[in-house]
């Protein structure tokens, strides 16, 4: 709290003027006043006289002696009002003496406009409607404050209006999606954040406990096997807006909490998914910015489909000078990555070599939009292989601006080779399990489907060009912060 604003409040208090007001009732919004008014002539304005009141925060005060012109803002925008002391009762004069910058009040006057042609009220009450006890910023100072920002994103957004239009575009995209997928007769579920094991995808999971039932509970990384049963279920098409939980690293495109799209078609396959897709992302960029580009790390992207579609293997040997002939060796690829100083497990598989590789060399360089298709089985744990070559599968992640943006594949519906798949994972791991239930509910028979999941932080980001995933995400996860209640 700052000293000079506790004055204020305690002289607001001592003229019994309630500086927390219970209820505060607005008919207009300032975007409305200046949209109804803005086009009539200051001679119109003083003849008619319109009476109004408008509310929002006070963003700056200009005073010259008995008048003061201020800036007051709501959700909707912002507006100038006019205040001369001497049209105002005692007791308005004793408010605004004790009003500040960042305070919350409304204005009661009625319109003119200035010599400039500024739309302004003539306030003839003032109102103060939440009285506020720290000073507002003055401006951010770039880089240097990044952690102040995340932390207190309230005050981000209030001062930036560049953030704030950040996330009224996420919204948007959001309901763009949603909108899209309900036109095309998707049913919109929602399926349990906690689950019993951790499945849907490959990644650490969070863990919970739940104290009634005596069980330990996962945070989900993915919700593919409950829509799938879903499909299974009779519902042919489904999605979900969903938030996933990954208890791994934070870097400006990984977040532990974020947000996907999932959706599941039965009787359709991956290729029918990469159209769809293509169909999906130009049909947000011409509603969201009218046109089919985007521009995205001072890179201008075109968004005009048909988008080019590469198999792993070309796409490494398209954008490196890597020997492809030598990614069909286990031990040649592993010379490889270690030779490029690539982490590699133990008993690592040589499809994982092969994407470990891709990832390194190949990924950041993807920046129009570009399908990577035929990606190794033993990496696609729940996908179908390639009926004319089992070690591959019938898979496709979208890279757009150098980054992974959605993954999509035909669904595995052999209960037997599922089973067989997940007992492979889980060997040699005590702490996994394989979720026999969902081996159930395939037995009863899942038809010829394909899903997919999208990233929509990532989205989000190329459609703001954002190059961190933390400033499109309202309040990332950070280090608890050690701070006094002074502060």
Known sequence: MDEHRLIKLKNLQHLKINPYINSFKLSLSINKVISTYQNCSHDD?????????????????????????????????????????????????????????GDFSAFSGYLFKTKTGELTVYAESVT????????????WHGLKDTEKRLRQRYLDILVNNDVK???????????????????????????????????????????????????????????????????????????????????????????????????????????????????????????????????????TIDLTPPWPKLSLIDAIKTYTDIPVEDLHSIDKARIIAEHSKIDLEENISLGKITVKIFEKFVEEKLIKPTFIIDYPKDVSPLSKAKENNKDIAE????YIGGMEIANGFNELNDPLEQ????????????????????IRALEYGLPPTAGEGLGIDRLVMLFTNRSSIRDVILFPQLKKEDMGYSD
């Not at 103060?128 to 401006?139: N, Q, S």
Request: net charge neutral; with cysteine; hydrophobic share 35%.
């Open 128 to 139: 103060i409607l939440t009285k506020t006890l720290k000073d507002l910023p003055e401006k």
């Open 165 to 299: 239009n950040t996330f009224i575009k996420r919204s948007q995209i959001i309901q763009l999606l949603r909108k899209y997928f309900i036109d095309n007769n998707y049913l919109e579920v929602e399926t349990p954040m906690m689950q019993p094991l951790p499945g849907g995808a490959t990644a650490n999971p969070f863990e919970t406990y739940h104290n009634t039932l005596d069980m330990k509970l996962y945070l989900r990384i993915a919700p593919e096997l409950y829509l799938k049963r879903l499909v299974i279920g009779g519902f042919e098409r489904v999605f979900e807006i969903n938030r996933n939980f990954r208890n791994e690293g934070i870097s400006t495109r990984h977040n532990p909490e974020f947000t996907m799209v999932e959706w599941y078609t039965a009787y359709c396959d991956y290729y029918d998914l990469m159209d769809m897709t293509e169909d999906l992302i130009n049909s947000i960029s011409i509603q969201l910015n009218n046109k089919r580009e985007l521009i995205f790390n001072e890179n």
């Open 419 to 438: 089973k067989m798949r997940f007992e492979e994972q889980v060997k040699n791991k005590e702490d996994k399990e394989v979720d026999y239930d969902y």
């Open 395 to 398: 898979r496709f992640e979208l």
């Open 45 to 101: 304005l003083i003849n008619k006289k319109y009476k109004l009141t408008v509310a929002g925060r006070i963003m700056a005060i200009r005073s010259f002696g008995k008048v003061a012109f201020i800036t007051l803002k709501d959700n909707s925008g912002t507006i100038q009002i006019y205040v001369k002391s001497k049209d105002l009762l005692e007791v308005d004069r004793q408010l605004l003496d004790n009003i500040e910058v």
